[in-house]
């Protein structure tokens, strides 16, 4: 179920709220907030100890990565975050973390001066949030080395030079961190105790987990106010965005960490040690590593293989008359561009579960994503420049392939009108959300005479060549109108120019893999869509292609060094406490009848936990068997073929085939969690077991805020908008009441409204509470079960000592580090995107909205009533 994008539902469009924009003055100025943490964090530190300096790494320790492979169960899985597939276009799906930082920032600054991006809420007071400090003033680039602060309100005593403060502050880290260690040290010789107060904690681990969570902060800010500045300001001013991201958060600083581990495993030499499958693997990245193998094949096979399906007319002007005319049926070539690439194009296709009847497979259809991230670049006029930039990005890639320039951008512009009428026909993902409604099964002949413009026999007879589609043959739609549509659409388009797209479709996806002419091209089309300055490097493209490829095989040698049994243990007994939480939580549910309670109770109890990986990784022999028909050459880009070929051949054969529940298939080296309805499963893969998550060594307060509320999370998911309508066994079926699903409706219609009253102040754009709605209605219930869980736990074990240096309690740490998981800034760009076509909503959302909501938060953080942490109004489904 390693899984990718979400679904769908319907409902009303709410009118779009009043736009109110905070203006850049009554918004915080960093240079002021940074001279006012200094005095506020200094004051607040006892006098008998000071913190230790702690570095990016520790903040991060341990890590992993964030993505997982493009899988066909689509419709099934939900995650914890997006991983990285939103942040960048489709096409790149399997490219898109980007890597290291900056070499030489200051070198290649973007033209724009410092641009942010500012989250507003409206609903009460105002909450202005900075998300984006995109390529903030750097003095390098500037003549004058102390840049003051822009706003002019400014008064002239806080014209503070940055990099005196930086100094300053580096200082007083320095400082910190001798007096710190000096007191570890004495510790560890056994001098203490160093102080009289028995509750605080004054352990390596505490101070150092104390240090990294000061670290972060901007004590100047008022949580009241603003959490996410409280909790995250420092972090966002000291980690600025590298040229070569869309945009950084502690996830990409985990990521970083496990991209670390993972290249020391695939650049070990082969060894007689090594199995079959780790083998294959390194033989894999190598191939990938070898550029100059890559540049002496050049595009042969990608000429081959357009030319095999057909030909790409854009190469030849003779095409409709000369070859295109033996090509065969549209249907044709996507049902072989899906059986042997695995590349679909307009229309989606997977073979999994049945959602009525999750034992059986059965064949699934949707609607294709497009080239650009989400049809709203086709449809807005303030997307035209990324549109220029697509077009002008297919052009070059056909000249590079042979094509005349004049003749390929007009030939082109007709490919991109097309795929601006499919853009007009696909469905919004908001209107999406309802599986029950959009669910549609139906048998073949029902297909075909629903859309008889297109010939779906011969689609899936391209396919699935070794087996016999009969009339009878039943197939699950979710976008029955987009299908009607399309078949219309067909049927008044040139071959040729459908031909153009389809292929384009798969050489863009093949692109990252080709030599080094190819990606200068992609490189300048990313820099418009995505704001990313430059290119990742090679070895780090490489580490995210083969964990995505081939995700089980590096887990496998992932865990061997990196997973710990202990935690393993740790994070059943907390989903045990969490699911307790939830079970009481439906105790008090007013709105819900007392059937649908006590169903929703043996839903829960049913739920099967996964956690840190598949026992099959142990066992080389079988791990061998799941890989048994893939196989490497030195040369990358066939590899890349015949992965896509093994992807498409083990999607295809589950037809026929029982539906294996006990088959788990998500990576272990992935920093994310998933809920799957269909098998009612939550999934903590090994790469989220670890700090900012969960550490043995932090106390209990910062485990339930971290690794606590994902899982609360995950189980929240099984009672969203969607997951709530499948029943235990991970069947589509109503068994709620129709009035408890009435007050349901009701209670998620706050929330939507809530979270589309948020702004992205500097692009214009509002979030999409309708899109989001079941991941925000899941940390709102993650964070309250969580919660309650942790004080469950406090019950019985009693009160944690404090941590050292903070002037914080247990409750508020937990929702501390509950909020600095989402530190971190995006380039416009990505906010852009990721507003379009996300699921999930941004870091700094995830944070106001859930908190806001939360008395419990209030009370921690003792906020007046009526504050915009503690808003009159208050959403709450579970
Ligand atoms: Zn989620």
Redesign the pocket.
Known sequence: MAAPLLVPAAQSIPAPPPLIVVSMDSVDDGIIQEEESQTVNDALLPKTLNVVAVPATIVADGGCAASNSSSNNHHVA????DGWLRTDPPEAISDVMQQNGPKNHSKKRSKKKSSEVRVVNHQNNYVAVTLSENDPAHPAATADPCPSPTPSSQQPRRRICWWFLFLLLLLTVACLAFVAVSLVSLLRNGQGPLTTDATVCFTEECVRTAASLLLAMNQSADPCQDFFQFACGTWNKKHLIPEDRSSISTFEVLFDQLQIILKDLLQEKTIPEDNETTNKTKLFYNSCMNTSHIRSTGDTVLRETLQSLGGWPVLDVEWSTGQGADVGSVENLLGRLRGELNQGVMIEQWVGPDDKNSSVNIIQIDQMHLGLPARDYYLKPSSALHVKAYHRYMTEVAVLLGADKLYASDEMKKVLHFETLLAHISIPEADRHDTGAIYDQMTLVELEVRVPEIRWREYFNAFLPNLIVEDSEPIVSYAMSYFEELGKLLMRTERRIVQNYALWRLIMELVPHLSEDYLEKRAEFRRVLTGVLSERNRWNQCIDYTNKKLGMAVGAMFIRDNFNQESKEVALEMIHTLREAFIDTLDEIEWMDEETRQVAKEKALAMNERIGYPEMLTQPDLLAEEYASLNFTDGHFQNILNIKRYEAEYNLNKLRQPVFKDKWSTEPAVVNAF?NPNTNDIVFPAGILQPLFYSSQFPKSLNYGGIGVVIG??IT?GFDDKGRQFDKDGNLKQWWNNATVQAFRQRTQCIIDQYSNYILDDVGLYIDGRMTQ??NI?DNGGLKQAYRAYRKWVGRHGEEPLLPGLNLSHDQLFFLNYAQIWCGTMRPEDAISKIRSSV?SPGPIRVLGPLSNSPEFARAYQCPLGSPMNPYQKCSVW
Request: cysteine-free.
């Open positions: 939900r995650r914890w975050w809920y999370h995950e998911h079941g991941e899941a999930h």
